[in-house]
């Protein structure tokens, strides 16, 4: 890997100086993979630190043409350090790596978590930035290939040499993610928001909602490939156009029975209102820290999740719905 022949602090252009800069993963997995081709593209620098030469996505890196390093000889290397690896893992990370290696480098997380819960565990000498991409990583990694852009939370969470925030903005250039959509933000703000918006809608309200109907729908007695279609199927379609036209224009767009039947029954029937009350019980165990402690406590070497969180994971990947989806795909083929 070129060493950086500048250091952050000589840049003045972060959309025409970032390249010079040098970074190490330490993690390549979905968000991480996506994160290292961006910067690459950019011309930036990277390195994989390996945790375990032999892991699957040291095997994923290589083949997607990245340099890999042990640990201690890539972040040698390196200018920054994007720190990839599982929340739960990070304490254990810092505890078997010497903090004397990230003296004066800048440490990236793609999401504040560990920072928030356990700050005491990093190191001291060094920078961290928060850069919290709101976009998959599949997403990230295609907008930017198609010259699009996407929004990022973003904080300096430590600022030893005085320079973060400059360096938190030649980051946010070579993702791809321009100033203006670089949202400056607290790290509650972003923890917070990353945690409640996952459990109340981005995964479990989605699909929740997706498999209540569904199940509804096939236990009146609909075929599995009716409830199928108006329901997994279409709702990509409806988020797209929600998403493009604004809630104003999507609901002037939808038939009068469906505007008419759907506001009755979420709206008048006081449904929304419940599902806010539960919204409101899943808001406060995140910020009383009751769910991150019971996520610590049920979890065992780095793996989250008790007997009844197997169970109902079970359900969801046992369901008719997933048997339904697979069945369509095979058509699809």
Same mark, same amino acid.
């Not at 304490?91 to 999401?111: P, S, T, V």
């Given at each position: 890997?070129?060493?950086?022949?500048?250091?952050?602090?000589?840049?003045?252009?972060?959309?025409?100086?970032?390249?010079?800069?040098?970074?190490?993963?330490?993690?390549?997995?979905?968000?991480?993979?996506?994160?290292?081709?961006?910067?690459?593209?950019?011309?930036?620098?990277?390195?994989?630190?390996?945790?375990?030469?032999?892991? @699957?996505?040291?095997?994923?890196?290589? @083949?997607?043409?990245?340099?890999? !390093? +042990?640990?201690?000889?890539?972040?040698?290397?390196?200018?920054?350090? =994007?720190?990839?690896?599982?929340?739960?893992?990070?304490?254990?990370?810092?505890?078997?790596?010497?903090?004397?290696?990230?003296?004066?480098?800048?440490?990236?997380?793609?999401?504040?978590?560990?920072?928030?819960?356990?700050? #005491?565990?990093?190191?001291?000498?060094?920078?961290?930035?928060?850069?919290?991409?709101?976009?998959?990583?599949?997403?990230?990694?295609?907008? !930017?290939?198609?010259?699009?852009?996407?929004?990022?939370?973003? @904080?300096? #969470?430590?600022?030893?040499?005085?320079?973060?925030?400059?360096?938190?903005?030649?980051?946010?250039?070579? =993702?791809?993610?321009? @100033? /203006?959509?670089?949202?400056?933000?607290?790290?509650?703000?972003?923890?917070?928001?990353?945690?409640?918006?996952?459990?109340? #809608?981005?995964?479990?309200?989605?699909?929740?909602?997706?498999?209540?109907?569904?199940?509804?729908?096939?236990?009146?007695?609909? +075929?599995?490939?009716?409830? !199928?279609?108006?329901?997994? /199927?279409?709702?990509?379609?409806?988020?797209?156009?929600? +998403?493009?036209?604004?809630?104003?224009?999507?609901?002037?767009?939808?038939?009068?029975?469906?505007?008419?039947?759907?506001?009755?029954?979420?709206?008048?029937?006081?449904?929304?209102?419940?599902?806010?009350?539960?919204?409101?019980?899943? !808001?406060?165990?995140?910020?009383?820290?009751?769910?991150?402690?019971?996520?610590?406590?049920?979890?065992?070497?780095?793996?989250?999740?008790?007997?009844?969180?197997?169970?109902?994971?079970?359900?969801?990947?046992?369901?008719?719905?997933?048997?339904?989806?697979?069945?369509?795909?095979?058509?699809?083929?």
């Amino acid at each position: 890997m070129k060493k950086s022949k500048s250091s952050p602090a000589e840049l003045k252009n972060p959309e025409r100086e970032v390249k010079n800069f040098s970074v190490a993963s330490i993690g390549f997995g979905s968000m991480a993979g996506a994160i290292c081709n961006n910067l690459r593209d950019s011309d930036i620098s990277i390195c994989v630190g390996a945790r375990n030469a032999g892991s @699957a996505s040291i095997k994923k890196a290589v @083949a997607e043409g990245f340099d890999t !390093y +042990s640990i201690k000889k890539a972040v040698k290397m390196s200018d920054f350090v =994007l720190l990839a690896i599982p929340d739960l893992q990070i304490r254990k990370f810092f505890d078997d790596n010497a903090h004397e290696m990230f003296e004066g480098k800048c440490i990236i997380l793609c999401h504040g978590l560990s920072f928030f819960y356990h700050p #005491l565990s990093f190191p001291k000498n060094c920078d961290i930035i928060l850069i919290s991409p709101n976009a998959i990583a599949n997403k990230l990694r295609e907008n !930017y290939v198609q010259k699009k852009s996407d929004y990022a939370l973003c @904080a300096v #969470l430590r600022d030893r040499s005085k320079k973060a925030s400059k360096m938190l903005k030649y980051i946010c250039a070579g =993702l791809g993610i321009p @100033a /203006h959509k670089t949202i400056i933000s607290r790290l509650k703000d972003e923890v917070f928001s990353d945690l409640f918006a996952e459990q109340s #809608l981005l995964v479990g309200g989605i699909l929740a909602i997706i498999l209540s109907s569904f199940e509804t729908m096939c236990e009146a007695g609909l +075929s599995e490939e009716a409830a !199928y279609l108006s329901t997994f /199927h279409e709702i990509k379609y409806i988020v797209e156009s929600i +998403s493009e036209l604004g809630i104003k224009d999507f609901l002037a767009k939808v038939s009068d029975v469906a505007r008419v039947g759907s506001i009755e029954a979420f709206f008048e029937s006081g449904l929304k209102d419940r599902i806010k009350e539960e919204f409101k019980k899943i !808001y406060a165990n995140i910020e009383s820290h009751k769910f991150y402690n019971g996520f610590i406590t049920s979890s065992k070497d780095g793996k989250a999740g008790g007997g009844l969180y197997q169970k109902q994971l079970s359900g969801i990947l046992n369901s008719r719905l997933c048997d339904t989806y697979e069945r369509f795909k095979r058509k699809n083929r």
